[in-house]
């Protein structure tokens, strides 16, 4: 999709969402979310103004811990990843590996030995039936 | 002079269900894990197509001659290695009892590198795979620091797997994970060997012939896959410069000597167990011929998948760039593309200078990931592993490419097995009543015993060891006693008797001469180059280390003084029977050269002779 000026209006209310949920301040409005510097590469530099007094802007580090809250709810909004839409300075957190309860590998191993277990006692159980005959 | 009651046909000795299964053993035993992993690194270090020609002439003048001689000896005397050269002459009976110590030596350490195959074949299960990720570190704050600064892939085989230490005196602990893959491994080949032939017969059936189907697959599959056109362009562009190079007919030699898996005594247990009339001379260029057909065949999957790979790590390589640049000079989203990376490279270098020299670009060079050539563990735990991962579906390629490199490596292992089993069997100290499931399975745990050392975390290191040194100069000096035994001690004019008497032909000019000058001559110049080679090569080794300022590249280590006198021991203690048991045979002789009742050694010949 085309980036055009109803998507800023989107991030504009996902950040301003993002300010609601994290901080008690809970009327941060649109129209505190500025951007500026929009590039064609679709980079951009974006503050939070207090909503009270238009002139003083919200601490980064603030805006920072909104956005990390809110990030995948943010990525969903525009279909895209951490990957793809990158803030800088924030790294996202990474999702640890899954690890079920059992190993797999214990599970496979123990169906592998029992097979083989099982044949060699076959196996030598019928030598020795041979031999009595 | 009475003529001696001619044998009796029956004498008791297991034979082969059909000539199929001794084919099949026979193929699987030359056709193991070199086929996939050395002879295609082989080809690209030496100049692709071009080597086929050292390799074609090494297989006409060395490997057939000598795979004909193996299989015609096992044949005619009907025993195992031990017994079969102590008939010919007890001055050579070394040579038997040598290449029973190789096959004993193989054992230990082959069926230790299937554990490792088994190892990753279980963990192919699960969903990612685990060599595609890496863990997290203990406060789950970043990846785990030696998996980051290597890659996820490196991390899975050195550290989950082998554990491995940063040098060969530290013993490290028993990795349990291995030693239990390791018991399932020997409990396999109790499985298949516990009655000798007669269980091999029946499991050669599956080992041996499902590799060719899973390489098909991967022949079908890999030819796929994008980029598989630069790998297999790359692999097979002659170049024939390189024939020039000496190293390279000496690496020919040396590899189909190795491939084809003589000098173990196996192919003569094999053959021992054939009926006394069978064109052996068939069996022998059959065999050789599939087992080289069989590595050119490996190459191709392996080479297509590792061009795919080189190609998906050069495009990586420039999708980084590219999004270097796109963020440095803010330009919108797919303005450059692959194609035009270079115009755009270039124009970017005229306009700003200094910003594009800042951005630290890599080079991305198609050749330079062809480039990277490896072989041996490194190429199927490694490489291909990491290919494997980058394929749609890697659980079914990675069950599918274990399987296949673990039944290439049991079938091998069942020729080594018995090459220990069958002159076991055969000695008068083994008493007959012992049940041959009872022999077998004390091979299999005193094997199993011994081989817990390799899963310390030095093993890899001693298995290294035990390759270079224990399996491959031994081989050369005990093939070099075969050819000249059979040729001018039991005199190469018997020998053609019975072989007429085998195959209802007499061995044409090419194999006279072959037998008599051209294999014993090659062999001593490749013993002779092997030897100059090894000693002109500093003894060091890769280590890898975490600690290592160029981790991760490996660290070069030298090998401390008591491990260099166990690789010398390794190289020696099979060779050194040949001559020790010769002098002991003089002595006695000289001993007891008064006595008229000792036999000459002329009376001995192939059973049934005396017709």
Request: glycine share 6%; proline share 6%; with cysteine.
């Amino acid at each position: 999709y085309a980036w055009d000026a109803h998507e800023e209006y989107l991030f504009r209310a996902m950040v301003a969402f993002a300010m609601r949920r994290y901080s008690s301040k809970s009327m941060t409005q649109i129209s505190n979310v500025l951007l500026c510097n929009v590039t064609g590469r679709v980079s951009f530099w974006f503050v939070v103004t207090e909503s009270s007094q238009n002139l003083t802007t919200v601490p980064g580090r603030e805006v920072e811990a909104a956005i990390r809250l809110t990030r995948h709810r943010i990525n969903s909004a525009f279909l895209l990843s951490d990957k793809t839409l990158q803030f800088l300075k924030i790294p996202s957190t990474l999702s640890p590996p899954v690890e079920p309860s059992t190993p797999v590998w214990l599970i496979v191993f123990g169906v592998v030995l029992c097979l083989v277990v099982a044949a060699i006692v076959f196996l030598i159980v019928g030598g020795i039936r041979q031999r009595k005959r | 002079l009475s003529v001696p009651p001619e044998m009796p046909k029956e004498d008791g000795r297991p034979k082969w269900d059909n000539k199929l299964q001794y084919i099949l053993s026979c193929i699987g035993f030359a056709v193991g894990l070199g086929n996939v992993w050395r002879f295609p690194y082989l080809c690209q270090i030496h100049g692709g197509g071009a080597f086929l020609i050292p390799y074609f002439i090494a297989l006409l003048f060395e490997g057939i001659p000598l795979l004909h001689l193996e299989l015609a000896l096992g044949q005619c005397l009907r025993k195992g290695s031990i017994s079969a050269w102590n008939s010919i002459s007890p001055y050579i009976g070394g040579v038997g009892v040598g290449s029973w110590m190789v096959s004993l030596l193989v054992s230990l350490y082959y069926n230790t590198v299937l554990t490792w195959v088994m190892w990753y074949f279980i963990n192919s299960f699960q969903e990612p795979l685990p060599w595609s990720v890496c863990p997290l570190n203990e406060n789950r704050t970043e990846l785990n620091e030696e998996c980051y600064e290597s890659t996820a892939v490196n991390y899975f085989w050195y550290r989950r797997s082998l554990n491995i230490t940063p040098d060969v005196t530290e013993s490290g602990t028993l990795q349990w994970w291995l030693i239990l893959c390791l018991a399932a491994c020997w409990a396999i080949v109790y499985l298949c060997t516990i009655r000798g032939i007669e269980t091999t017969g029946k499991a050669i059936y599956v080992t041996a012939v499902f590799p060719y189907l899973v390489l098909t697959i991967f022949l079908i599959q890999g030819l796929t896959l994008p980029g598989a056109t630069d790998g297999l362009a790359y692999l097979f562009t002659p170049n024939l410069n390189t024939l020039k190079n000496p190293r390279v007919w000496l690496d020919a030699a040396t590899q189909i000597f190795f491939s084809l898996s003589l000098g173990f005594g196996g192919l003569i247990a094999f053959s021992s167990y054939n009926p006394p009339k069978n064109d052996c001379e068939k069996d022998a260029v059959t065999v050789a011929i599939v087992n080289s057909m069989t590595s050119l065949y490996a190459a191709i999957p392996v080479f297509s998948v590792l061009g795919f790979k080189a190609t998906t790590g050069y495009g990586d390589c420039l999708d980084r760039n590219i999004n270097s640049i796109i963020n440095e000079f803010d330009l919108p989203e797919e303005s450059i593309m692959r194609q035009n990376y270079t115009a755009w490279i270039s124009f970017l270098n005229s306009s700003y200078p200094e910003r594009t020299a800042g951005l630290k670009l890599k080079s991305c060079d198609l050749q330079e990931f062809l480039d990277q050539s490896v072989s041996g563990t490194g190429l199927a735990f490694i490489v291909f592993t990491q290919a494997i991962i980058l394929m749609p579906g890697s659980q079914a390629w990675a069950i599918l490419f274990f399987i296949m490199l673990f039944s290439l490596g049991l079938s091998s292992m069942f020729g080594n097995i018995e090459g220990v089993f069958t002159p076991l069997l055969e000695l008068r100290i083994i008493s007959k009543s012992i049940p041959k499931e009872l022999l077998s399975g004390i091979i299999c745990l005193v094997c199993f015993l011994i081989a817990l050392s390799f899963t310390l975390g030095s093993g890899s290191y001693w298995i290294d060891i035990f390759d270079s040194y224990a399996s491959s100069l031994p081989l050369l000096v005990i093939a070099f006693f075969e050819v000249i035994g059979v040729v001018y001690i039991y005199k190469i004019k018997r020998f053609s008797k019975d072989l007429k008497r085998m195959t209802g032909r007499k061995p044409n000019l090419y194999w006279q001469i072959t037998w008599r000058f051209i294999s014993p001559l090659l062999l001593l110049i490749v013993f002779i180059a092997f030897v100059t080679l090894q000693i002109q090569k500093s003894p060091t080794y890769a280590a890898w280390n975490p600690k290592y300022e160029g981790f991760p590249m490996k660290e070069e280590k030298v090998y401390p003084p008591w491990v260099l006198a166990i690789c010398v021991l390794l190289a020696l203690l099979p060779c050194v029977f040949v001559p020790l048991i010769a002098l002991f045979h003089l002595i006695k002789r000289m001993c007891s050269s008064k006595d008229p009742s000792s036999v000459r050694p002329e009376a001995f010949s192939c059973q049934g002779a005396n017709s």
